[in-house]
């Protein structure tokens, strides 16, 4: 059971690292906040799924497939009512406020057993629970890293390496919460 959690967890954590890669080398070229974080969320479309796929217990190339499209489906909802309640306050009660909601419409449409699941509400709350630890160590890590915040950390590296480290490392941490997370909602809807 425990790989069934580490390794789709594990390659969410590369995906999001991949994503925030986009922000982190090539967030400059983009003319908007919103194309940036539409851009980082491809990655995610694309490769999410199927980074959870280890875990699922489907052998099926279809249903492989279907697995991966109600996912990217899904976190296309996750990520359009994120980034409405991130432009609608700016702070933290958007962005909490944006995932709880966001997750929840997630869930929605990605159940990888769709006879055999949780609660809802229940679900939601293991996911966001694990997203939020991801999330928030992250934005720590990252003005850490960046010698800011409660914790500030001095790096011999020049300022520009500094910054793309800090963003690096929001996403490491930002894939082990949400993979942790989904990894193990696939699970659970699994054994229920």
Not at 9 to 36: D, R
Not at 76 to 91: D, E, T
Not at 148 to 171: C, F
């Given at each position: ?12 954590t590369?995906?999001?690292?991949l ?55 899904g ?11 991130w432009f ?22 990605f ?5 055999r ?26 003005y ?23 963003r ?25």
């Amino acid at each position: 059971m425990i790989a069934r959690i580490v390794i789709p967890a594990s390659l969410f954590t590369v995906t999001s690292v991949l994503s925030f890669s986009i922000w982190a080398w090539g967030g400059k070229y983009f003319p908007s906040e919103v194309l940036l974080y539409s851009a980082c969320a491809v990655v995610f479309l694309l490769f999410g799924g199927i980074s959870l796929l280890p875990g699922s217990g489907i052998s099926s190339f279809r249903k492989q497939a279907t697995f991966s499209l109600r996912f990217a489906i899904g976190f296309i909802s996750f990520s359009v009512l994120w980034i409405v309640f991130w432009f609608a306050f700016r702070n933290t009660f958007g962005e909490v406020l944006g995932s709880w909601l966001g997750i929840l419409a997630m869930l929605l449409i990605f159940k990888p057993t769709p006879r055999r699941a949780l609660p809802l509400i229940i679900s939601t709350s293991i996911v966001f629970s694990w997203y939020t630890v991801g999330y928030y160590l992250g934005e720590m890590l990252y003005y850490s890293l960046q010698g800011k915040g409660t914790t500030p950390v001095e790096l011999a590296l020049s300022n520009r390496s500094i910054v793309l480290v800090a963003r690096l490392a929001w996403g490491v941490c930002f894939g082990l919460g949400m993979g942790t997370g989904l990894a193990h909602y696939t699970q659970i809807s699994r054994q229920t």
